[in-house]
Nanobody, 125 residues
Framework: QVQLVESGGGSVQAGGSLRLSCAAS????????MGWFRQAPGKEREGVAW???????RYADSVKGRFLISKDNAQNTLYLQMYSLKPDDTAMYYC???????????????????WGQGTQVTVSS
């Protein structure tokens, strides 16, 4: 069992930066595949960035070069550093975890076992 709690969201102007955190508790965090998803009003939840237990990372094309995913196993915390934010980045951001995830399934939010409650990011033009 894993509990995930996101923080760090807020309101910024276009071009600004934010760092989201996802604190994990309840299990051996370092063994889990972790991901960041986002969902804007009226849109489906979409994957943003992922990091495997082995620290391999991937990004959605829409954020590549602007977002960085990382984790601190000692602190049981997942991060998403976001630079050059755009109004299109406005969404609720969620972290997700799964112990059985593979790279073939990362885009499918239904495959993740654990989710946080989300943190809102709003980017104004």
């Amino acid at each position: 069992q894993v509990q995930l709690v996101e923080s760090g969201g807020g309101s910024v102007q276009a071009g600004g930066s934010l760092r989201l955190s996802c604190a994990a508790s309840g299990s051996t965090y370092s063994r889990y595949f972790m991901g960041w998803f986002r969902q804007a009003p009226g849109k489906e939840r979409e994957g943003v960035a992922w990091i495997s237990a082995a620290n391999n990372v991937r990004y959605a094309d829409s954020v590549k070069g602007r977002f960085l995913i990382s984790k601190d196993n000692a602190q049981n915390t997942l991060y998403l550093q976001m630079y050059s934010l755009k109004p299109d980045d406005t969404a609720m951001y969620y972290c997700a975890a799964d112990s059985q995830m593979t790279w073939l399934e990362v885009l499918n939010p239904d495959k993740y076992e654990y989710w946080g409650q989300g943190t809102q990011v709003t980017v104004s033009s």
